[in-house]
């Protein structure tokens, strides 16, 4: 036992080893902040698997991976004792609580049995809508199949080798180690499930019975030993790296992105560190979550590119980085950096799949795993937008009209206030900040869209009717920045958001109502970043607020149906 354990934990510990290692070479990022709010986290969305059972759509499936994850977590100690048994023989006696002659030992006997049948009958379940229904979203492979008969394997040999070793106590009068207590009884009475499988292969004989004692254990023991040394090479690596990655997930997800710091750095431009078109500009967290990828695809099921046909397969995206990761994960830890001089947009990642992301971030709202997608997949745009100047056609008069003029068209920005005529709205310019409840910002679509003038200029005369004090900054207001941002054209975000941020400092704003969805979780989510700290509102809460206080009377009930599309950045 001592050489088949020194053997398959080293070889473990040597993977291990390389594939941590290059993650701690990949770039830095400080994902140890708020550890009361992580462990929170970790036990709601890791340990009670919310994401898996909490989302009705497959509740069906989230519930039965549910079981196979809590009964593993169980099992998982019951593998620590049969190790053990390797060297001592009825080792778990000698363990304090689980070896105890007292209801907790007994306890766990009972409910590892349970869970043993439940985890095997979940994997049935599991084998069989692979093999038959076959979900659009997985992807019938061998992996998925031998895995699954891996985990079945090892809880059909535990089963037998329980139920051996009573028969050979019980029937044939062997002295194996086991419970008995004047209180709670013998542990059979414990383990129905054992009991059940014992009367099942007590006529086979004492020697039959002794030959599945030995079998299963030492059957169960390589299984176990194989199997840990294979996941690593497979999608099942996320049964080690899955908590880890729920506990260092974004605390600001689903609503800021965090800046890029290295703008300044006149070395970061010079290296290639600005974005990411190397393994080695990804963040190790980043990294982490591609080792995390289950492939269960979730993500693309609710991804509106993938529905409409576009280029973009999230689960095909991480599948290509991660193929390169592990292609080039022992050069990483050795030296740093990868010694293939592929590019990660171009060679390893299509540029048409990189920019058919909308970055609505619906992916990371069902990922059981809290992968982050989309600050990976702006790192790539960060680096081909500033670093390559390689972005689509159309995003180059994009960017010229956002620098020149404030807006994506180009329009000019003296025609900003142009949707108000008429309305005799007040300016900041000519008021105070004190003189007003709250500034309406308007945003590019507001300003220049004749579609979105009208949601402007209805709003605008609300908030009249409400007898609401609030101003516009006409000219003086610019894009927030957004699309720059999402574009990966970092510095033209920060180049908006800091004259805006200048601006309402300025005028000591302090609260905003906006119509635009993505304005708001800019100034509310993004702007802190820059120093400024504002309340902002949709328009839709301000309204039904007033509403409520009854200073805009609503009239009769609307007959029509009315379909309300909820905006990927407020729903979220």
Same mark, same amino acid.
């Given at each position: 036992?001592?050489?088949?354990?020194?053997?398959?934990?080293?070889? &473990?510990?040597? !993977?291990?080893?390389?594939?941590?290692?290059?993650?701690?070479?990949?770039?830095?990022?400080?994902?140890?902040?708020?550890?009361?709010?992580?462990?929170?986290?970790? *036990?709601?969305?890791?340990?009670?698997?919310?994401?898996?059972?909490?989302?009705?759509?497959?509740?069906?499936?989230?519930?039965? $991976?549910?079981?196979?994850?809590?009964?593993?977590?169980?099992?998982?100690?019951?593998?620590?004792?049969?190790?053990?048994?390797?060297?001592?023989?009825?080792? !778990?006696?000698?363990?304090?609580?689980?070896?105890?002659?007292?209801?907790?030992?007994?306890?766990?006997?009972?409910?590892?049995?349970?869970?043993?049948?439940?985890?095997?009958?979940?994997?049935?379940?599991?084998?069989?809508?692979?093999?038959?229904?076959?979900?659009?979203?997985?992807?019938?492979?061998?992996?998925?199949?031998?895995?699954?008969?891996?985990?079945?394997?090892?809880?059909?040999?535990?089963?037998? *080798?329980?139920?051996?070793?009573?028969?050979?106590?019980?029937?044939?009068?062997?002295?194996? $180690?086991?419970?008995?207590?004047?209180?709670?009884?013998?542990?059979?009475?414990?383990?129905?499930?054992?009991?059940?499988?014992?009367?099942?292969?007590?006529?086979?004989?004492?020697?039959?019975?002794?030959?599945?004692?030995?079998?299963?254990?030492?059957?169960?023991?390589?299984?176990?030993?194989? &199997?840990?040394?294979?996941?690593?090479?497979?999608?099942?690596?996320?049964?080690?790296?899955?908590?880890?990655?729920? &506990?260092?997930?974004?605390?600001?997800?689903? $609503?800021?992105?965090?800046?890029?710091?290295?703008?300044?750095?006149?070395?970061?431009?010079?290296?290639?560190?600005?974005?990411?078109?190397?393994?080695?500009?990804?963040?190790?967290?980043?990294?982490?979550?591609?080792?995390?990828?289950?492939?269960?695809?979730?993500?693309?099921?609710?991804?509106?590119?993938?529905?409409?046909?576009?280029?973009?397969?999230?689960?095909?995206?991480?599948?290509?980085?991660?193929?390169?990761?592990?292609?080039?994960?022992?050069?990483? *830890?050795?030296?740093?950096?990868?010694?293939?001089?592929?590019?990660?947009?171009?060679?390893?990642?299509?540029?048409?799949?990189?920019?058919?992301?909308?970055?609505?971030?619906?992916?990371?709202?069902?990922?059981?795993?809290?992968?982050?997608?989309?600050?990976?997949?702006?790192?790539?745009? !960060?680096?081909?937008?500033?670093?390559?100047?390689?972005?689509?056609?159309?995003?180059?008069?994009?960017?010229?009209?956002?620098?020149?003029?404030?807006?994506?068209?180009?329009?000019?920005?003296?025609?900003?206030?142009?949707?108000?005529?008429?309305?005799?709205?007040?300016?900041?310019?000519?008021?105070?900040?004190?003189?007003?409840?709250?500034?309406?910002?308007?945003?590019?679509?507001?300003? &220049?869209?004749?579609?979105?003038?009208?949601?402007?200029?209805?709003?605008?005369?609300?908030?009249?009717?409400?007898?609401?004090?609030?101003?516009?900054?006409?000219?003086?207001?610019?894009?927030?920045?957004?699309?720059?941002?999402?574009?990966?054209?970092?510095?033209?975000?920060?180049?908006?958001?800091?004259?805006?941020?200048?601006?309402?400092?300025?005028?000591?704003?302090?609260?905003?109502?906006?119509?635009?969805?993505?304005?708001?979780?800019?100034?509310?989510?993004?702007?802190?970043?820059?120093?400024?700290?504002?309340?902002?509102?949709?328009?839709?809460?301000?309204?039904?607020?007033?509403?409520?206080?009854?200073?805009?009377?609503?009239?009769?009930?609307?007959?029509?149906?009315?379909?309300?599309?909820?905006?990927?950045?407020?729903?979220?």
């Amino acid at each position: 036992m001592t050489l088949v354990m020194l053997v398959a934990w080293g070889a &473990f510990a040597l !993977q291990i080893t390389v594939k941590l290692g290059a993650l701690t070479k990949m770039a830095p990022e400080n994902r140890l902040n708020e550890i009361g709010r992580r462990f929170c986290r970790l *036990f709601k969305i890791g340990f009670g698997q919310q994401k898996l059972i909490g989302r009705k759509r497959e509740r069906s499936s989230g519930i039965m $991976h549910a079981f196979i994850f809590w009964g593993a977590l169980l099992i998982g100690v019951r593998e620590l004792t049969l190790m053990g048994e390797g060297f001592i023989s009825g080792f !778990q006696e000698y363990l304090p609580v689980l070896g105890s002659d007292s209801w907790l030992g007994y306890a766990y006997i009972s409910v590892y049995n349970f869970c043993e049948v439940l985890v095997l009958a979940m994997i049935l379940i599991a084998l069989y809508r692979r093999l038959i229904p076959k979900p659009e979203r997985l992807e019938l492979n061998w992996e998925g199949i031998y895995v699954l008969l891996f985990i079945g394997s090892m809880m059909l040999t535990d089963l037998l *080798f329980d139920a051996a070793r009573l028969n050979l106590v019980e029937s044939y009068g062997q002295h194996l $180690h086991f419970f008995q207590s004047a209180a709670y009884g013998s542990e059979w009475n414990w383990a129905p499930f054992t009991v059940l499988l014992a009367s099942a292969i007590n006529g086979l004989g004492e020697g039959a019975n002794a030959f599945i004692y030995q079998f299963s254990y030492w059957g169960h023991v390589a299984v176990m030993f194989v &199997f840990v040394n294979l996941l690593i090479h497979t999608k099942q690596f996320h049964e080690m790296t899955a908590l880890p990655n729920v &506990f260092f997930g974004s605390l600001d997800y689903p $609503h800021a992105l965090a800046p890029l710091a290295d703008l300044e750095d006149e070395s970061a431009w010079e290296e290639g560190r600005i974005g990411a078109n190397k393994l080695e500009n990804l963040t190790w967290k980043q990294g982490l979550d591609l080792f995390s990828c289950t492939e269960c695809g979730r993500c693309h099921d609710v991804c509106p590119t993938f529905v409409t046909d576009k280029p973009l397969t999230l689960k095909r995206f991480n599948q290509s980085l991660l193929h390169h990761l592990r292609k080039e994960e022992a050069t990483l *830890f050795r030296t740093g950096s990868t010694a293939d001089e592929k590019t990660l947009v171009g060679e390893i990642i299509r540029p048409e799949t990189l920019w058919a992301c909308t970055t609505c971030r619906a992916c990371e709202e069902v990922c059981p795993v809290s992968i982050e997608h989309v600050p990976r997949i702006l790192a790539l745009r !960060q680096s081909q937008t500033m670093m390559e100047e390689a972005y689509p056609p159309e995003m180059a008069n994009t960017f010229k009209g956002l620098e020149r003029n404030f807006n994506p068209w180009g329009i000019g920005f003296d025609q900003r206030a142009d949707w108000a005529e008429g309305l005799n709205l007040t300016m900041m310019s000519d008021t105070k900040a004190e003189d007003i409840d709250v500034l309406m910002w308007v945003g590019c679509a507001g300003s &220049f869209d004749s579609r979105n003038q009208k949601i402007a200029r209805a709003t605008a005369t609300l908030y009249q009717k409400a007898n609401v004090k609030f101003a516009i900054l006409g000219s003086e207001e610019k894009c927030t920045g957004d699309l720059a941002r999402r574009s990966g054209n970092e510095m033209l975000f920060q180049m908006l958001a800091g004259d805006n941020v200048e601006t309402l400092n300025n005028y000591k704003i302090k609260k905003i109502v906006t119509a635009c969805p993505h304005c708001l979780n800019s100034i509310k989510n993004e702007y802190p970043q820059l120093g400024g700290e504002y309340e902002v509102f949709h328009h839709s809460q301000f309204i039904a607020k007033l509403v409520d206080e009854g200073r805009l009377p609503v009239g009769s009930n609307l007959k029509d149906t009315i379909t309300y599309h909820d905006p990927c950045y407020l729903g979220r």
